[in-house]
């Protein structure tokens, strides 16, 4: 939560950084793309190792629980799956490109892997938000 | 792969991400990852019993 003197810090600090490291929405960019990449630019390497093997490892889990790859947005609750599955930035599209996860849901596993793959987009753009913080100097 | 065991991979990599994103102190990230991945897995058993007695 942000107290007056850090309300007052932020902006300087943030325009500091911002300034010195130049296109701030790059960590940003990148980590949607490849899971951590954002913290490997921040030369973070354990954070980012960690959160690209956790959200790698639930993305290939779902796939190999012949999860659902969402394609189109045909209603509502598909619009909000193919919003999760493109978190996941190029794991889904190279996933999409080799035929990789199932079409229909035919499996109970199935459904949990759906469920990984969506969650694995979505936790891999808190990650990729976290990165981009970390560029502006609002998280250390 | 069972359901409890799909439960205990979602909750292990899901608090992995949540103690490294929502945390400043690598000695914190530990603790709040700890903290998420006995959540998840307590409130998942709870769930399981309030469906298994509201399903009788």
Same mark, same amino acid.
């Given at each position: 939560? %942000?107290?007056?003197?850090?309300?007052?810090?932020?902006?300087?600090?943030?325009?500091?950084? /911002?300034?010195?490291?130049?296109?701030? @929405?790059?960590?940003?960019?990148?980590?949607?793309?490849?899971?951590?990449?954002?913290?490997?630019?921040?030369?973070?390497?354990?954070?980012?190792?960690?959160?690209?093997?956790?959200?790698?490892?639930?993305?290939?889990?779902?796939?190999?629980?012949?999860?659902?790859? @969402?394609?189109? /947005?045909?209603?509502?609750?598909?619009?909000?799956?193919?919003?999760?599955?493109?978190?996941?930035?190029?794991? @889904?599209?190279?996933?999409?490109?080799?035929?990789?996860?199932?079409?229909?849901?035919?499996?109970?596993?199935?459904? @949990?892997?759906?469920?990984?793959?969506?969650?694995?987009?979505?936790?891999?753009?808190? %990650?990729?938000?976290? %990165?981009?913080?970390?560029?502006?100097?609002?998280?250390? | 792969?069972?359901?409890?065991?799909?439960?205990?991979?979602?909750?292990?990599?899901?608090?992995?991400?949540?103690?490294?994103?929502?945390?400043?102190?690598?000695?914190?990230?530990?603790?709040?990852?700890?903290?998420?991945?006995?959540?998840?897995?307590?409130?998942?058993?709870?769930?399981?019993?309030?469906?298994?007695?509201?399903?009788?």
């Amino acid at each position: 939560m %942000a107290t007056e003197e850090n309300k007052n810090a932020a902006p300087a600090n943030g325009s500091k950084s /911002a300034s010195q490291q130049g296109f701030v @929405y790059l960590p940003l960019i990148v980590g949607w793309l490849v899971p951590g990449g954002g913290h490997f630019l921040q030369r973070k390497w354990g954070r980012g190792a960690l959160l690209g093997g956790s959200i790698l490892a639930m993305f290939a889990l779902g796939i190999a629980m012949q999860g659902k790859l @969402y394609a189109g /947005a045909h209603d509502v609750l598909d619009i909000l799956g193919l919003a999760g599955d493109l978190g996941n930035g190029l794991l @889904y599209f190279i996933s999409r490109i080799a035929g990789w996860g199932a079409d229909q849901v035919l499996v109970t596993t199935a459904d @949990y892997g759906t469920r990984f793959i969506v969650v694995a987009g979505l936790l891999n753009v808190i %990650a990729a938000v976290d %990165a981009h913080n970390l560029r502006t100097g609002r998280k250390s | 792969m069972t359901h409890f065991a799909a439960v205990v991979l979602f909750a292990f990599f899901a608090s992995i991400v949540f103690g490294i994103t929502q945390r400043e102190k690598p000695r914190d990230m530990i603790r709040y990852g700890i903290y998420c991945f006995v959540l998840f897995v307590a409130s998942a058993i709870v769930l399981s019993w309030v469906m298994y007695l509201i399903a009788r």
